[in-house]
């Protein structure tokens, strides 16, 4: 009878330690290549009308940074685009700067189906919001102008401020 129980034992660790040993965990990979693409299609210059300002508008000199985007899937992308709210690199500042900015559509490949895409964007604060309605290539201008604080003015050297542009799957 012991014999028999110790045999009954045996085969029931047997079978647990089978059954826990046969699982496993089998991946699916893929990868999703992005139907929406951002370039940079002009790189803008800041002017410096006055000693307290720099600005990217042509008629002080200036050129604003120009922005395409390239999407092969309609409603399926919005493309969010802010204009620089600080330096990424310059002397060191005196003061507060001001920032102000804006987007602009300004050339569509498809004028019947893009053309409402600079009356239907959204704002908010810095960032100018449009919605992919269509296919195809779309140029923005982004402006940007930067005002230091107090009428100070701005120090001597390199400035470099960044436009963000993103493409969001809605």
């Given at each position: 009878m012991v014999k028999t129980t110790l045999n009954s034992v045996a085969v029931a660790v047997?079978?647990?330690?089978?059954?826990?040993?046969?699982?496993?965990?089998?991946?699916?990979?893929?990868?999703?290549?992005?139907?929406?693409?951002i370039q940079t299609d002009r790189a803008g210059t800041y002017a410096n009308p006055n000693a307290y300002t720099l600005t990217t508008s042509p008629t002080d000199g200036g050129e604003t940074a120009r922005i395409r985007v390239d999407t092969t899937l309609a409603d399926a992308y919005y493309v969010a685009i802010t204009a620089p709210t600080e330096f990424s690199s310059s002397p060191?500042?005196?003061?507060?700067?001001?920032?102000?900015?804006?987007?602009?559509?300004?050339?569509v490949s498809d004028a019947t189906n893009m053309g409402d895409y600079e009356t239907n964007k959204t704002e908010l604060g810095m960032t100018d919001r449009y919605d992919l309605?269509?296919?195809?290539?779309?140029?923005?201008?982004?402006?940007?102008?930067?005002?230091?604080?107090?009428?100070?003015?701005?120090?001597?050297?390199?400035?470099?401020?960044?436009?963000?542009?993103?493409?969001?799957a809605q």
């Open positions: 047997g079978l647990l330690v089978f059954a826990s040993t046969a699982n496993a965990d089998t991946p699916i990979n893929g990868t999703v290549e992005s139907r929406c693409i060191n500042l005196p003061d507060v700067v001001t920032w102000t900015g804006d987007t602009e559509v300004d050339t309605t269509a296919t195809g290539s779309v140029w923005f201008k982004t402006s940007s102008t930067a005002v230091m604080g107090g009428s100070k003015a701005f120090p001597g050297g390199n400035y470099t401020a960044l436009v963000q542009a993103e493409c969001i």
